[in-house]
């Protein structure tokens, strides 16, 4: 049962344009998610979290918006680089269980 | 600080075969988790242990197992391996106390021919 949801497997944005990754989950005792990103042949590394007390947290171009209420929590980038190419996965947590991850968006950036 | 590494990179093995891999952590790191990744399923979270204990355990079956040591290595083990368990096998440490920061390795890769 896939708790955490993304729907788009790829999205592909001009150099210099927003990207827009959607995330969608199930589970409403999550509270606390974060955004990973992947490279081919590498570990995901973590690129920025937010609480569910909030519903914005920013970090320098990357900024992620959560709507508890729609249970969607979105990763915007601005301006995209095509340095950013890469595999997005969205997780989700309850305090003192695993991260859920979702099937990731891969996300390339056109010059 | 080294990061999480992974042991080894890529293994070819054949049904029924068995097989181990590695993962030391970050060290102070008490936690480590490990994921299967395959295409298009994601990161499927298979078990996590902290100071030698399973904490958290996902839905794979029981010829999935894992062990930690006291120097919070980690050990994974698949029995009888099936061509379905071709994966990208990630072990991924924390310090156990802020399990949301995963700081992954780059993974193993398994190849079930």
């Known amino acids: 049962d896939q708790q955490v949801k993304q729907n788009s497997p790829s999205l592909s944005v001009q150099e210099g344009r927003i990207s827009i990754l959607n995330c969608d989950y199930t589970n409403s005792m999550f509270d606390y998610f974060l955004w990973y990103k992947k490279y081919p042949a590498e570990g995901p590394t973590f690129l920025i979290s937010i609480s569910s007390i909030k519903d914005k947290n920013e970090d320098g171009r990357f900024t992620v918006f959560l709507n508890k209420s729609a249970k969607h929590l979105s990763l915007h980038i601005v301006p995209s680089q095509p340095g950013d190419s890469a595999v997005y996965f969205c997780?989700?947590?309850?305090?003192?269980?695993?991260?859920?991850f979702g099937k990731g968006t891969s996300l390339l950036v056109t010059p | 600080k080294a990061g999480v590494t992974q042991t080894p990179r890529y293994l070819i093995k054949t049904r029924g075969q068995q097989v181990t891999l590695s993962c030391s952590p970050i060290s102070g790191h008490r936690s480590v988790s490990w994921y299967q990744q395959t295409p298009g399923q994601g990161l499927q979270f298979l078990f996590e242990y902290f100071s030698e204990t399973q904490r958290n355990k996902g839905n794979f079956p029981g010829r999935f197992s894992g062990r930690q040591f006291s120097n919070s290595r980690s050990e994974m083990n698949v029995s009888t391996l099936e061509l379905g368990d071709s994966a990208l096998y990630l072990c991924?440490?924390?310090?156990?106390?802020?399990?949301?920061?995963?700081?992954f390795g780059s993974g193993t890769q398994l190849s079930v021919l």
């Open positions: 997780a989700a947590l309850h305090s003192g269980y695993a991260l859920n």
């Open positions: 991924a440490s924390s310090s156990g106390t802020d399990n949301e920061k995963l700081f």
